[in-house]
């Protein structure tokens, strides 16, 4: 076998076909990393002229040290052939060596164990002989984080994935989800929601509800050119869709006062009969529901205007799924359900187009009702999305000292600026 560079023709040829591939695998994705000073390569191992495995790598010179590479997502190989893994990193170890590399880091898109949708393990299902192989060879394992919020990690270890393979359309994904997720479903189209999709012009949009959200979750967000840039590379090859969901106040405004007029004339006719007492009560409860929901609106107007973009999605279209990267909202206008709609169109869209996943992407991996993360686990879980728990990242230690050297000064530097 024999380890090469990689055009980036050969490497998309491979990539495509791998069932482990990923938009993080891409060459558009190598150019978005350019953006924010990430150079790139592409490597593989051929055997007999075939490409038997392939990577992306990202690489960026770290400030006093030396130079590090990133595999996102990769490697894009048979894990379950060791002595394929073992060429491929014999091969990989010169290539860092020859490139001053300091280490590289790789988070496989690979399953640790599998789970049901509640997040239960699946008995028999561990990949640690797959861990001892690559702690063999030299890959040193970060850990099994369990909350986000405490991760080092530079993507999620714990995803979550509605699994389309056998789903025909959105009526049979529908029949899977929760009785609480299908109420706010329907209750979201009473709502007076629009989905309107996002362009260069109105992406700022996306940005002020990232920005909320950030806030509201305590995560850093990104400037607004950031998704700037990643939209308008993504859009080359439509690998990108950001939806936006817009209420109109005025419209629901209205509706409400049509039905509080209706509600006051029912009443008129049924004032004076006594067999209609019980179901009068329950019309002036009504009444009254309609009266405060008709002022919260009429004052939600006046701070807001008519009409208001309360939430979005970004999503990513590649392979065999789409992926949920990125979602926010308003907090105060959740109880419209924008989020149940905007997933459940997208579902849709996924099936309609022939994708055989849909993933929900990060969630938590404590499923403790008590828990921070436990809201957003429970909302995907409520599609009908199982639990997928990754086998995590793991770092290729090239120069040991300086390696060493660098961990620690990256942990000052966090403690650092959470205290800034």
């Known amino acids: 076998m024999e380890f090469v560079t990689l055009s980036e023709k050969e490497f998309l040829k491979y990539s495509e076909k791998s069932p482990i591939t990923s938009f993080f695998q891409q060459p558009l994705w190598a150019e978005v990393k350019k953006d924010n000073g990430w150079d790139h390569f592409y490597v593989g191992l051929k055997d007999n002229k075939k490409i038997v495995a392939a990577t992306l790598l990202l690489s ?32 990989i ?18 399953d ?63 029949k899977n989800m929760r009785s609480s997720t299908k109420w706010r479903i329907n209750n979201s189209r009473k709502n007076s929601l629009e989905i309107i999709e996002a362009d260069e012009n109105n992406l700022f949009e996306f940005k002020n509800l990232m920005k909320h959200t950030a806030e509201r979750r305590e995560f ?5 050119s950031y998704y700037q840039n990643m939209f308008k590379v993504l859009k080359k090859e439509n690998m990108v869709k950001v939806l936006l969901v817009k209420i109109n106040f005025k ?13 006051l004339e029912h009443q008129k006719e049924l004032k004076d009969n006594s067999r209609k007492e019980k179901q ?53 206008f959740m109880k419209y359900n924008s989020q149940y709609l905007l997933q459940y169109e997208m579902i849709k869209y996924a099936i309609d187009n ?11 991996g404590n499923f403790d009702e008590k828990s921070k993360g436990y809201g957003l686990f429970d909302f995907k879980r409520g599609f009908n999305a199982c639990v997928h728990e990754l086998v995590g990242e793991f770092d290729l230690v090239i120069d040991k000292t300086r390696y060493n050297l ?9 403690k650092i600026k959470r205290l800034i």
């Not at 002022?295 to 939430?311: D, F, P, R």
Request: proline letters at 2%; charged letters at 30%; hydrophobic letters at 35%.
């Open 251 to 263: 419209d629901l405004l209205d509706s409400s006062k049509k039905s509080l007029k209706e509600n």
């Open 220 to 224: 850093v967000d990104r400037p607004l």
């Open 280 to 332: 009068l009560k329950e019309l002036v409860l009504e009444q009254e529901r309609f009266e405060k929901k008709i002022s919260v609106l009429e004052e939600t107007i006046a701070e807001h205007g008519n009409e208001k973009i309360i939430a979005g999605g970004w999503y990513m279209l590649y392979g065999r799924e789409v992926n949920y990267l990125f979602g926010a909202s308003y907090k105060q």
């Open 60 to 91: 960026k010179k770290i400030k006093f040290f030396k130079t590090m590479f990133y595999a996102p997502r990769g490697f894009l190989i048979d894990y379950d052939d060791f002595s394929l893994i073992e060429e491929f990193t014999k091969g």
């Open 354 to 364: 022939g994708y055989k996943a849909f993933n929900f992407y990060g969630i938590d």
């Open 112 to 174: 640790y164990q599998l789970r049901t949708v509640d997040g239960d393990i699946v008995e028999g299902t561990s990949k640690d002989k797959l861990m001892s192989e690559l702690k063999k060879l030299g890959y040193k394992h970060n850990g099994f984080y369990i909350d986000q919020d405490k991760k080092d990690d530079l993507e999620p270890r714990w995803i979550s994935v509605l699994d389309l393979e056998n789903i025909n359309s959105i009526d049979d994904a529908y």
């Open 406 to 414: 660098y961990k620690i000064s990256f942990s000052i530097y966090r």
């Open 93 to 110: 170890k010169i290539f860092l060596k020859e490139h001053n590399a300091l280490f590289l880091k790789i988070n496989p898109y690979i």
